[in-house]
């Protein structure tokens, strides 16, 4: 059920705004997204828990708005660079979840040929340059995709996403203030969850929004909803259309909340279980985006119930295709090692 679940006057607004644009189909895709992102992540935690997988993993549950709002104001050809809490990002840039999945266990028709596993999955074919590890270690790679769009005079874009903790380091001051300098075409995404590993922004933070450091490098900055995917949509489409028309890069602040610990080891000592139920049930963005398209009519709760259960569906075949699917062979370790 989705009819108690809240719904603030600016999503409605925010669907009046895109309706025409995107329409009923790609509304509904969009929906369908979010839960086979919550639906893998869910599967990620127990097929880690049985020891399924190996490494460590950052599951991102409770963040789906963003990754769907975000890939669905770009196109097909732009680039996307992402971070260690990546899983919707792929998926939600049209990754399937088979293939995703089969790199998360670790296996050979995974995208990476299970070597990137959990935070390091990548899909260069379609332009997903990859997740990364590194705390920002892709905010200055996007300076260098811009560089070269701009040299082959193309228009598209590169979005960058990245966490709180990175606007925070050295690489993301240096990154935005090349791109400004030279006018490139990136979209600098800050998925603000709330927490650096424990640290909490508050701690961290003297300003309220981090995209008023935009101001620092005279590229516009604004702070949305990220658990409304179509405040999303409407602020990367903004950012996307002047980067297109060669006004340089924008930075987009999402503020959004992972409803899991920062990895498998964090104990969540530094926030309380009301902090983390009053986002469950008050500002999950499934059950927010599920209940405004129940309530203009384009579903109905028993479809939304479908969705589910499609999802559910997807992420099973996705584990049967990964555990039927071999590891790879030891004789290839050094393949893609060297040049």
Not at 146 to 152: D, Y
Request: proline fraction near 4%; hydrophobic fraction near 40%; aromatic fraction near 6%.
């Amino acid at each position: 059920m989705v009819a108690n679940s809240p719904l603030l006057p600016e999503a409605i607004q925010h669907y009046h705004q895109v309706v025409e644009e995107l329409g009923p189909d790609t509304l509904k895709k969009m929906l369908q997204d979010m839960h086979t992102i919550r639906a893998f992540e869910e599967r990620a935690e127990q097929l880690y828990a049985l020891g399924k997988t190996h490494g460590t993993m950052h599951l991102s549950i409770g963040q789906e708005g963003t990754a769907v709002g975000a890939s669905a104001a770009l196109r097909d050809g732009d680039y996307l660079l992402n971070h260690h809490r990546g899983h919707g990002h792929c998926l939600a840039w049209g990754s399937t979840p088979d293939r995703m999945m089969a790199e998360f266990m670790g296996r050979e028709t995974g995208y990476c040929r299970g070597r990137g596993g959990s935070m390091h999955i990548a899909d260069v074919e379609a332009n997903n340059l990859g997740a990364n590890g590194i705390v920002a270690g892709g905010v200055p790679i996007a300076v260098g995709v811009g560089l070269s769009i701009k040299m082959r005079q193309t228009d598209q874009v590169c979005m960058v996403i990245f966490g709180d903790g990175a606007a925070n380091e050295g690489a993301f001051h240096e990154s935005i203030n090349m791109a400004a300098i030279w006018n490139l075409p990136v979209i600098y995404l800050c998925e603000n969850n709330g927490y650096a590993m424990s640290t909490a922004v508050t701690k961290s933070f003297t300003i309220e929004n981090i995209s008023t450091r935009a101001a620092s490098y005279n590229i516009p900055g604004v702070t949305v909803d990220g658990n409304d995917p179509l405040a999303v949509y409407l602020a990367i489409s903004e950012a996307a259309a002047r980067a297109r028309r060669g006004e340089g890069p924008s930075l987009v602040e999402a503020k959004t909340y992972r409803y899991k610990g920062h990895s498998r080891s964090d104990r969540q000592a530094y926030r309380t279980r009301d902090e983390v139920n009053d986002w469950i049930d008050n500002r999950d963005p499934i059950k927010r985006f599920s209940t405004l398209l129940v309530t203009v009519g384009l579903l109905t709760e028993e479809e939304v119930a479908a969705m589910r259960d499609t999802a559910a569906t997807t992420i099973d075949q996705a584990v049967e295709f990964s555990e039927n699917s071999p590891e790879p062979d030891l004789s290839t370790i050094l393949e893609g090692v060297y040049a």
